[in-house]
């Protein structure tokens, strides 16, 4: 049987992002379930309603990924006690015109690191509730990840076993949900 395709989007435009590394780490996790697909958000211009009718062709490109998938990973930075710009400006264009929202019925996992003690958490919070108005369907649980320079090693792998079983059922938990929710959109 076909694996569930996911879109993975990296909430940061920063070239050594410590999020894009968590993201290949964890999606790496569970590759013989699902189907990863890393969807980029740089080149999108900043949203603005007089494009609409006219789209730009890197917005279509970046709906058209995410309209195709079964589901959707976020693996995001906190900005300010948010989610980053960048991020939403990728949501909102997604979430345009209003019945062509390509966020609605999708189930979504979310999770994110940073350097700060609480790991992305406050951040989480915005995301989770941008993404239920928009109707997608977020895995319940949490994953704050505080970085630490040693947390994932130079193959990528998660070096501490802990923070690696953690992880491991997180995505394990996500591959059950995609499994369950999928088919039925
Ligand atoms: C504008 C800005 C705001 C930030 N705000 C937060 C914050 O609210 N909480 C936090 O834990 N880290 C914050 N940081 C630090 C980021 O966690 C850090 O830059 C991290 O490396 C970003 O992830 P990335 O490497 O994937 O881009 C902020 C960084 C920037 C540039």
């Known amino acids: 049987m076909s694996k569930f395709k996911v879109a993975v989007i990296v909430g940061s435009n920063r070239r050594d992002s410590i999020n894009r590394k968590l993201a290949r780490a964890m999606?790496?996790?569970?590759?013989?379930?699902?189907?990863?697909?890393?969807?980029?958000?740089?080149?999108?211009?900043?949203?603005?309603?007089?494009?609409?009718?006219?789209?730009p062709d890197s917005v279509n490109l970046f709906?058209?990924?995410?309209?195709?998938?079964?589901?959707?990973?976020?693996?995001?930075?906190?900005?300010?006690?948010s989610i980053?710009?960048?991020?939403?400006?990728?949501?909102?264009?997604?979430s345009k015109p209003a019945g062509q929202n390509v966020w609605k019925g999708k189930p979504a996992a979310i999770t994110g690191t940073s350097p700060?003690?609480?790991?992305?958490?406050?951040?989480?919070?915005?995301?989770?509730?941008?993404?239920?108005?928009?109707?997608?369907?977020?895995?319940?649980?949490?994953?704050?990840?505080s970085f630490k320079p040693d947390l994932i090693d130079a193959s990528g792998a998660i070096t501490n076993d802990s923070t690696r079983g953690f992880l491991q059922a997180y995505m394990d938990g996500f591959a059950e949900l995609v499994s369950k929710l999928a088919p039925a959109r």
């Open 27 to 55: 999606t790496g996790l569970v590759e013989s379930r699902l189907e990863f697909e890393f969807v980029g958000i740089d080149e999108l211009p900043m949203y603005n309603a007089d494009l609409e009718g006219n789209r």
């Open 63 to 81: 709906t058209s990924r995410i309209a195709a998938a079964d589901a959707v990973f976020v693996v995001t930075p906190e900005h300010n006690r």
């Open 84 to 94: 980053p710009a960048v991020l939403k400006n990728a949501i909102d264009w997604g």
């Open 116 to 145: 700060g003690a609480i790991g992305t958490a406050v951040g989480q919070q915005h995301l989770r509730q941008i993404l239920a108005v928009l109707g997608s369907t977020v895995m319940g649980g949490e994953a704050y990840i």
